[in-house]
Every structure is written in C-alpha cells, then in structure tokens.
C-alpha cells in the first residue's frame, strides 16, 4: 500500500463554480465563520489555494493569500490548511503544504507564515515538520474561542532559482 498510496490524492483549484466546496469544508473544520473577503483572497490567490481529493472525495483544502510587504516582496499567508478527520494521517494535509511551498521556492516568494491556536498541539507540530518556527504571540487574537491566544508561525523559504 505504501508508495502507491499518494495516487489517490488529486488537487484542484477553486474556482467560482467549485468554491461551495471550500465553504462547507471550512464551516466542518474551523470554529470560526469566514467572511467574503476570506473568498475574495482565496479565489484571487490562484494556485496558492486548492482542494485536496481523496478517491475524488473532497476532503481537504489550503486557502492563501499574497501580501505585498514594504519594499515590494510578497510573501505568503496560509489563512486555512485543514482536512477531514477520517483523512488525516494519508498525507493530503502534506500534499497540500507541500504544493504551496513548491509555488514559494518556484515564484522566489521568501516568506510563509500562519496562526495557530496555542493549544492546537496537532497543528503545531504538524507544521514544525515542514521547518515552521513559532516566531510571535498574540494575545486575543481570536474573538469568539478558547483560547482566545495564537501563535504565529513562520518559514523561510529557499528559492529554487537564486537570482543571481
């Protein structure tokens, strides 16, 4: 089962006909309800936000956005990365990760980061096996969950063509 595993797992892009899908796989995953400019980055992102398809079973998505820094680099928001409990552990969240971070290293774009619940132990070290660094804390960052603290997680991404 092993090697041949990864074939079952298919990413698509979110587009305006498929996007219902990144809605109700948000609204099973996150305690929070996304409003339309979340929608509005996700869909203009292109590439950098997908669905993640386990035997053609939508199971999971990354939804980014790019963010314009003083002096012009961009670098990259994951503002959700989540996959459906009976799915986790197969590798979509990896595959998922793993397609943003390629983007990173193939666009040049230095820089992404995230927030995660300070008690979401799961997420966290999920991430930290991709070469994240919890770089700051917020208190209160969210408004309406226990507890309301974030951290904010962040990785530096080696570009695949240097500019010399």
Do not use: W
Request: include cysteine; glycine fraction near 8%.
């Amino acid at each position: 089962m092993g090697a041949g595993r990864e074939v079952l797992i298919s990413l698509d892009g979110v587009r305006d006909k498929n996007v219902m899908q990144l809605k109700k796989l948000n609204t099973a995953l996150f305690p929070v309800r996304y409003n339309d400019k979340y929608y509005a980055d996700a869909l203009s992102s292109g590439e950098f936000t997908k669905l993640a398809y386990y035997s053609d079973i939508c199971v999971g998505a990354i939804a980014c956005r790019l963010e314009k820094k003083e002096g012009g680099t961009v670098r990259v928001y994951i503002m959700t990365l989540g996959v459906l409990a009976p799915y986790r552990g197969l590798g979509v969240g990896t595959r998922l990760l793993n397609h943003v971070l390629d983007l990173c290293s193939k666009q040049n774009i230095p820089e992404i980061y995230l927030h995660v619940q300070t008690n979401n132990e799961d997420a966290i070290s999920f991430y930290k096996k991709f070469g994240f660094e919890i770089t700051e804390t917020i208190q209160n960052y969210y408004n309406n969950i226990t507890p309301p603290d974030c951290y904010v997680l962040t990785k530096l991404v080696t570009p695949i063509n240097p500019k010399k």
